[in-house]
Structure formats: structure tokens, C-alpha cells
């Protein structure tokens, strides 16, 4: 094996791997959505005060970390709100949200699977999405986003309509 990947690595569970392996580690998946982005957070609002999403634990860092080593961050469930609570997409308890990708998407002629995936891969990390689906009409729709050209005021509309702080 010449390179390997983890899931849910913090920076130091990382360093600790690396103690024990030759190989380099070259991908970490992660939850990572619009709606479920807190390593996003803690570098936007990092040492504010009272912001409960600037918190840092176990080094935090984990977007600043995986781009000073050369690790991908690959974001798995890229529709989930968080947990295991289902998809933001289209979802009632979610409708200002919505109410922005949906304007985006008639924007940018795309569906709203593009504008979410779109919100991923604007990142300047370069993150992957996983997309967990071999639904051919989702994978169109998804890969779409690729090619979005978000601005930034977009990418931080979307960010602080899903309920994060931007200083």
C-alpha cells in the first residue's frame, strides 16, 4: 500500500497515525454540508468570544491542518443537516435555507443538489464531496456544482443563512 485515507481524523489522531505508519495519509472524510459545517466555522469565527462555533477541541483546525499536509478532505453526507436528522434540501424546517439555494439554482440554471455540492467545492481547500449515491440523476445534478461559480458573498450568504456566524 503506498497511501491510505481516514475518516474523521482530528489533527492529532492524525499526528498519532502517523507515528505508526510509513505511508502518507492522503485523504480524511469528514461530515461536511452547508447545513453541518463546523470545521468551516472554527476557522471564519475563530477566537470570538461567546461563539460557541469558534470553539477549537483536540487542536481544531482540521480544514488548516489537512492543506499544511497535503490531505484531502473528502465531505461525506453533503445534503445531511447534521447527525442522522435527514436531508436540509428541500426540507420545511429549513425554508430560508432553501429559499437561497432555490434562488441560486434558477440563478445559475442548476439544480439545487449543484448549489449545495457548488458550496463544498468553492471551498479554497479543494474538498471532494462523496456523494453516496448512484442515483444517475443525482450525479448529474451533484456534479454540476463542481463548476459553479459562486462569489463570495454567495458562498457566505449560503453560510450564514444555514445559522453560522460570519464576524
Known amino acids: 500500500m503506498r497511501h491510505f485515507g481516514v ?12 507515528t505508526a505508519v510509513r505511508q502518507p495519509i492522503v485523504a480524511n472524510q469528514v461530515q461536511l454540508s452547508i447545513a453541518h459545517a463546523p470545521i468551516i466555522a472554527q476557522g471564519v469565527d475563530a477566537n470570538v468570544a461567546g461563539h460557541e462555533q469558534s470553539f477549537t477541541i483536540d487542536g481544531g483546525g482540521m480544514v488548516d491542518y489537512a492543506r499544511l499536509n497535503d490531505i484531502t ?12 436528522t435527514g436531508t436540509f434540501l428541500g426540507d420545511p424546517d429549513s425554508p430560508e435555507l432553501n429559499a437561497v439555494i432555490d434562488r441560486l439554482a434558477a440563478k445559475y440554471d442548476v439544480p439545487a443538489i449543484a448549489v449545495a455540492t457548488g458550496w463544498i467545492t468553492r471551498h479554497p481547500a479543494w474538498i471532494q464531496v462523496v456523494l453516496g ?6 450525479v448529474a445534478g451533484a456534479a454540476q456544482g463542481s463548476d459553479l461559480p459562486l462569489t463570495r458573498e454567495e458562498w457566505y450568504e449560503l453560510f450564514r443563512t444555514a445559522g453560522y456566524r460570519v464576524p
Open 7 to 18: 475518516s474523521n481524523h482530528t489533527p492529532r489522531q492524525i499526528d498519532l497515525l502517523k
Open 133 to 138: 449515491t448512484t442515483t444517475p440523476e443525482r
Open 73 to 84: 478532505l473528502q465531505a461525506w453526507s453533503p445534503f445531511q443537516k447534521g447527525g442522522w
